[in-house]
């Protein structure tokens, strides 16, 4: 297009207008990585454009008029050109009969006129097509493979054929490939040059509506494409924008629809309209367009569409910030269908229909998606988590103004969005948030608190009051959280049990359920960093303890062990994984769980000593597991991992070498990941003292009749009163049978066994319960079969229990459900652990 | 009155009366415990020999089977026949009228044992079982008991069917596996006198029953001879508690094991239920789709046949598992009742 004001405009506007499209062209390469549906009509797109002018079919008979006059040459690549196009099409719909037909056709064409191309060379367009053509396929293959429904089998068929043929044709044309290859953009540019000329005239319009909007905006420059060059269709006034409008809006979602042409229409027309009633309404078609490129559950918008769609999502906030009298609603009557210019009454508000929450919700959905497929260890992760400034803005911005309007349903919503971007971050970055967000925004619209803990309560407040039961979950969940984070333990412990959400959590959706599973391991963090070793553990347990740590908390996929899991929950789950600033550390996690384990199991494994039976009581399984393990193998290098430091800290505090345990434990690298780990690591020291002096008591009071409280003390380097303190301790909880003399400062142990009968009787008592227990268990199953029992009752009876029967088959083979099933009961286990 | 049963007896002839108490003579019992004290740990078996009179079991012989029984099985029968020939030979009575076993603790639930007295039963309708606890009678009181299997139980376990409907049906439960037939010991009249005159014994009679006397002392011949045992007044109980409760935990574990192979059965039944209803389901819509194109229906009789039920596990294992524990259960609380006033007797008397 370039060439069309070498031939009638003046030197500035080419460089202008040369710029542009070298712009716009890898725009659209841009697209083609990232959507291989897309690839094959951009990449004959700009082709097919300069060919025949323009992408609407009536340009083509301008094209057929001038044609009439040309040579033999014409004739035949015409020919090979209508192929091209063809398959093309046959392409984007993925018909891949039509497509072998046509590659065919445009083969034996090229034959037919090889003395032509003797003379002139291989048609460049045909060099580009076939180019284009083995991408395509490999696209198709690769999609072909991962894709969960096939295409039928001779579209299968034809498809490996092509690839086979396309194969054998592009080695002839190799040189010609790999100059195409080199530079798209440019390849086929020159000859087009002869050919379009016949037809500069008619863009002149264009042309001037082209400059004109020029100077309305520059900015939006990136926008311009080489769309115009056909003639009468690109003339958008304002008298036609209406209708224009219509008509994107009517092809939009229909078969065959090109979405980037639509986008272009609607940024042309939003360059157009200068009342506010019309720049809001193409601001709003023109943001559902451009949210309709991404498709599919794992495709995400690529970035610059992202950010364009987050600046005209701010534009058409500030339109509505600025004028005040219109509004944009959900519920709102369609308008009618006089393409007129409304404004509103004075006084009164005009309403318009759209649905704002919806671009936010769906804005922030792609920002989460896009985070999700980026590789978290690159600097494009990094250069991504920087929009989410300007997505927060936008959150709060419409935020604002869904409050100025009191729309209680969105409002909720937007405040659920701004608080899941903020919960678990810590004060610093979301004062930094808050603060750049305040830059970005004018003073009406935003106030920056002071205190991060202020606003998050300011907005979890709101949502209890106003918001659905869900999101006041939601809220909760995120208020403990952040409670959590700032080592604030009762208030979220107290939050946590005053809500019952343990109790009803099984039933929630499973992104609340992981949002709860991470509260828990939060609040179990939260816990060890004050030192409450015991509540940590009890926290962790339902997480930790299954070693589905990954799947719990949707920082990974866990190994499938049985291979059940079909592609489709496979996609589910990666669609619910969290993006990777949100990550919970994990080895972090399972050292403090297994630290936490270690203090508590040890003086267990102590007090049960050598009778099997106590032994049974177990704390923490994984650890008991690791601990076997370790103690089974025959020879122990010095440790290397966090696993290894803390499994041989656990041996030296069985043993009573308490300062090599300490050691042990401060050797471990990942503490540093913890705020104020020197003041955690005196408290380890201090905890793993108290723990050895109970596991001494534990393993060597059946040695003494006596010890002095002096020499403990000093054997663990405590305070005499601490040591009276445990001891006293353990005296009253009936783990040590002994008596303190306070007199000569003495613990003096009672040496007491149970009698072979008492001891039997206990046994008995143990397995009669157990045998009970499991009786219970029996009768449990038993009973709800009772009623659906085919076989004795009537066929009344019969049809009713086989349609019990038949509603939970409806819901069993259904693959996300069926996945969901399953993770609700790894959840609702877990919880139920938990409470006891 | 003797006469009437005396005739009543004899017109019994097909021996349709049932039994209703077992007589067993002083030295069948003696026989009895001998045997049986002698093998001690080892469970030993005998044959008893007697009639039926008139509802009365008489049991006037025994002799007891060789140990190593299990070498062969055909030896066994074999020694029997044997036995009962030579009985006959020297006019004693040689009418199989059951057999006893000598027991520990009172386990004796078992299979075979059941399975034994099954085939005693089919053969011969009015034989018993007795059983003779070593352990308990040990402890002071001899530990009789003649036991029959119940007709319903008689009846299900020649159909071989103990499914929970059946048991449900005939209404067995562990307690009515077996009946139990009150004994009576019967000592012959030379036997009584002799017991009687040793009772009334004097200085003039202690020449003539010094034989009897197991010490050679000056001890007066009443209180050597019928000296009352003292072994009631054995105050360590804490051997028998525990040995009970040993075998209770035993027993339990079992019924664990028996438990467990119950409830994989319920899971696979449920299994292969959901699986026909799922089948009967799709039969229907396939029927419906099927009517509405005009077609016949498909028939649903095949279902039963492509779907099997999983045979439920027999619960005889189970029901004899349960008796077993109710065995312990009355003999710990049979012992606990005496030995708590054993207790506070002592207690008493240490004041």
Redesign the interface.
Known sequence: MSRFFRAGESDSDETDSDFSEDISQSESEDHSDSDSDDSSDDDDMPKKGRLFGGPLEDSDSDDDTVRVVRSAKDKRFEEIEQAVTLMANGQKINDWVSVQNEFDRANKALQKSAGIIAQTGVPKFYITAVADLEKAIQTALDKEKSASKKMNASNAKALNSMKQKVKKNNRLYEKEIQEYEKDPENYDVEEEVVEVKPKAKKTKKVVESESEDEDEDEAVDDGFTPVGAGGKTVEYTQDNLFKKLREVADARGKKNTNREEQVRILEKLLLIASSPYQKIRVLLSLISAQFDFATGISGYMSIPLWKSADKYLNALLTILEAHQDYAVMENVPEEDESDKDRAPEKGRTLFIQGSLVAFVDRLDDEFTKSLQNIDPHTTDYVDRLKDEVGLYTVIVRSNAYFTRLQMVDAVSRTTMRRLEHLYFKPDVVIMAVEAATAGLLPASVAKPSQDSSSLIHDLCVYLYKNASSLLRTRAMLCHIYHHALHNRFFVARDMLLMSHLQETIHQADITTQILHNRTMVQLGLCAFREGRIKEAQACLQDISGTGRVKELLAQGLSLQRYGAATPEQEKLERQRQLPFHMHINLELLECAYLTCSMLLEIPNLASAGANPENRKRVISKPFRRMLDYNSRQVFTGPPENTRDHIMGAAKALASGEWQKSIELINAIKIWELMPENEKIKEMLGRKIQEEGLRTYLFTNASYYSSVGLEQLAKMFDLPLASVISIVSKMVWNEELSASIDQVSNVVVLHHVEPSKVQSLALAFADKAAGFVEGNEKLLELKTPQQGERPKKGPGGAKDQASGKQQQQRTMGPRGGRGGRNQFNNGLGNSVRGGRK | MPANKELSAALDIEGTAPIHSVQLDAMVVLKIVKHCRESVPTTVTGQLMGLDVNGVLEVTHSFPMPKNQDSEDFEGSQYQLQMMHCLREVNVDDNSVGWYQSTNMGNFMNQSLIDHQFEFQQALSKSVLIIHDVARSSMGNLNLRALRLTPAFMKLYKEKKFTSEALAKAKLTFSNIFEELPITIRNTALLSALLYELETSDETLEVSTSHLNTYKNNTPAKSSVLTPSFDMLDLSM?PF??KN??N??DT??D??QE??N??YW??SV?RE??K???H??NRKTENARRAQAGQAPLPNEDVDALFKLPAEPSRLDHLLISGQIDNYCKQINEFAGPTLGKLFAVGELQK
């Open positions: 804490d508690v525990a409760l040993e209770l935990m339990i574990d019924h664990t438990q467990g119950y409830a319920q899971r449920e239920n959901k026909k209803a799922a009967i389901l």
